[in-house]
T-cell receptor, first 115, second 119 residues
Framework: GESVGLHLPTLSVQEGDNSIINCAYS??????FIWYKQESGKGPQFIID?????DKRQGQRVTVLLNKTVKHLSLQIAATQPGDSAVYFC??????????????FGQGTRLTINP | GAVVSQHPSRVICKSGTSVKIECRSL??????MFWYRQFPKQSLMLMAT?????????EQGVEKDKFLINHASLTLSTLTVTSAHPEDSSFYIC???????????????FGAGSRLTVL
């Protein structure tokens, strides 16, 4: 079936540097994308989301970019901190904001921040 | 913000026994809840969608009789793993959606997860 996947399973960056986590999705019907952060032994935490009618959205220290042409999603974290170490998942769904809630999760990227 | 509580956070049981995991929305009414399963170093896989007052909708490949879901109230859904076996050992996570009506209401709030170990 269709799925959301990630290119890199692990990513290490120096504290203070910017990090970019990538995600490729295959379902062109998906219209809503979400990035989650999961720390060890915990449930996913919402980071940022974006709708398919947008190509960029910024939050606090995070930016999500959406390229529908190549079905690519990325999460940029600025000035990484030790607390950013976690596994990051992208997730997709279709049906609009009020629509279907079934999320398809990518495989995840483990981000490690080096001191 | 929305809070979803799961209980227990960890449970160890013997093979053949049944285990119940609770998922509660603490400060909002959750008309829909979702149950996921996560194996070590893997992604979350949706098991079923639980709707208050009706039968759960299971994803393909998920055994309904094995994973019993009950969503009897707007704040509580339960997942019962029946006749558990070692291969059922996993991290089970629930999420909930409330009818909030603003952009971003599509965002699910996840519980902290329940780690099941079947001996």
């Amino acid at each position: 079936g269709e799925s959301v996947g990630l290119h890199l399973p692990t990513l290490s960056v120096q504290e203070g540097d910017n990090s970019i986590i990538n995600c490729a999705y295959s379902n062109s019907a998906s219209d809503y994308f979400i990035w989650y952060k999961q720390e060890s032994g915990k449930g996913p935490q919402f980071i940022i989301d974006i709708r398919s009618n947008m190509d960029k959205r910024q939050g606090q220290r995070v930016t999500v970019l959406l390229n529908k042409t190549v079905k690519h999603l990325s999460l940029q974290i600025a000035a990484t901190q030790p607390g950013d170490s976690a596994v990051y998942f992208c997730a997709e769904t279709k049906g609009g904001v009020q629509g279907a809630q079934k999320l398809v999760f990518g495989q995840g990227t483990r981000l490690t921040i080096n001191p | 913000g929305a809070v979803v509580s799961q209980h227990p956070s960890r449970v160890i049981c013997k093979s053949g026994t049944s285990v119940k995991i609770e998922c509660r929305s603490l400060d909002f009414q959750a008309t829909t809840m979702f149950w996921y399963r996560q194996f070590p170093k893997q992604s979350l896989m949706l098991m079923a969608t639980s709707n208050e007052g009706s039968k759960a909708t299971y994803e393909q490949g998920v055994e309904k009789d094995k994973f019993l879901i009950n969503h009897a109230s707007l704040t509580l859904s339960t997942l019962t793993v029946t006749s558990a076996h070692p291969e059922d050992s996993s991290f089970y996570i629930c999420s909930a959606r409330g009818d909030r009506g603003w952009w971003g209401a599509n965002v699910l709030t996840f519980g902290a997860g329940s780690r099941l170990t079947v001996l």
